[in-house]
């Protein structure tokens, strides 16, 4: 099983629908989470950090399930702007540094 | 605020070459990650330098290897260079401090061996 898994889509959506990714990691120790967006033939670019308690960022929800090992981010009002891959990076515990990220979800936004 | 800044853009080597790849971080940031990202898959996290030492290293061969200046920037050098180094090299400046583990990307280097 891979550390950090992620559905690699195209999740092809309407504008305006509501869209949801799952990231699932397996290491139970995993300590910090991030959702990054990288644009084609860009650099990923921090979207948000994953809290325990959940989180929001203007339509952005993000939400972490320690139990079952997921992280997840809900995209509402979809943006034909919001085409992008999404990454997911998990944080091992124990002082280390080391990110491991997903392969990313390709989202796709149409008229 | 300068962000996180790469050279070059573009690279064409052959099989069994070298190459030297720079990055300066963001600044007030003190640490460097570099990483290898192949078309369609996520970054791969090949090490991190840090008060000019690496205090990290992922699964890579010791074809790949680097350094930090005093000035925080990095170089990343692969040696003996195979078809399958081809991939978009990114580095990441971070801070070293717990809870500072927001990684800033800078445009990356993207490198064909031939």
């Known amino acids: 099983r891979k550390e950090v898994e992620q559905d690699p889509g195209p999740f092809n959506v309407p504008e305006g629908a509501t869209v949801a990714f799952n990231c699932t990691y397996s290491n139970s120790a995993s300590q910090s989470f991030f959702w990054y967006r990288q644009d084609c033939r860009k650099e990923p670019k921090l979207l948000m950090s994953?809290?325990?308690s959940g989180n929001e960022d203007g339509r952005f929800t993000a939400q972490l399930n320690r139990a079952s090992q997921y992280i997840s981010l809900l995209i509402r009002d979809s943006k034909l702007s919001d085409s992008a891959t999404y990454l997911c990076?998990?944080?091992?515990?124990?002082?280390?540094?080391?990110?491991?990220f997903g392969r990313g979800t390709s989202l796709i936004v149409h008229p | 605020d300068a962000g996180v800044t790469q050279s070059p853009t573009h690279l064409i080597k052959t099989r069994g070459q070298q190459v030297t790849l720079r990055c300066s971080p963001k600044?007030?940031?003190?640490?460097v990650s570099w990483y290898q990202q192949a078309l369609g898959q996520g970054p791969q996290f090949i090490f991190q330098y840090y008060e000019e030492e690496e205090r990290q290293r992922g699964n890579f061969p010791d074809r790949f290897s680097g350094h930090q200046f005093p000035n925080y920037s990095s170089e990343l050098n692969v040696n003996a260079l195979l078809l399958g180094d081809s991939a978009l090299y990114l580095c990441?400046?971070?801070?070293?401090?717990?809870?500072?583990?927001?990684?800033?990307f800078g445009p990356g280097t993207r490198l064909l061996v031939l």
């Open positions: 990076v998990v944080f091992a515990s124990g002082g280390s540094y080391i990110p491991t």
């Open positions: 994953v809290y325990s």
């Open positions: 600044s007030g940031h003190d640490t």
């Open positions: 990441a400046s971070s801070l070293a401090r717990a809870g500072e583990e927001t990684q800033y």
